[in-house]
């Protein structure tokens, strides 16, 4: 499982630690924030080590070319910044990104979660629409497409929810009503 923007990458370790099987790679272009937990998976499993675990330093823009098509799951959980522009505005440089490293028939999980007013000034210098259903569905969902995913499901998920959600952006917006959480699941084609 491929988790891009990371941030400080306890999102992933957490899951690598509950799931000793599958292998995990957290991928932020921020290397300070995953500096801590680095260091972290590599002790011992008795003391918190976790070997099935990668952190990589590294923009969706410019994803190292020994991913490609290595991730039956990839997710981008609460993108900012350049991501959230990529994932939301459809950029294709990202999209490509994102589909070069998924192996066939992977999905593609997208969780948002933006709120009109607080996050207004963000949205603006961004560039970035509503993402309104109808947006989603009409505009961004085609470019999609074009990149070569299947829409599996589009649409917002319940406050009931969030607790499964254990990023530490998750825990800190659990609550928040005012937030809206967008998720698109997506396939990639064959």
Known sequence: MLDIGTGDGHYVYEMARR????FFIGIDANASALAKISEQ???KPAKGGAANTLFLQA????????????ASAVQVQFPW???LAGVLNGEPGVLQNLRRVCASA????IITALDPVCDQRELV??????PTPAYLRHELLPKYADAGFTPLKIG????????????SWAKRLRGNIERDLICLVLRADG
Not at 19 to 22: I, T, V
Not at 106 to 109: E, G, M, R, S, V
Request: glycine content about 6%.
């Open 19 to 22: 799931q000793p099987h599958q």
């Open 41 to 43: 998976i590599h002790r």
């Open 59 to 70: 923009a969706v823009e410019a994803l190292p070319t020994e991913l490609t098509g290595v």
């Open 81 to 83: 910044g350049s991501l």
């Open 106 to 109: 992977a999905t593609l999980t």
């Open 125 to 130: 210098r961004l560039g970035l629409p509503a």
């Open 156 to 167: 917002t998920l319940a406050p009931v929810t969030w607790p499964q959600l254990t990023s």
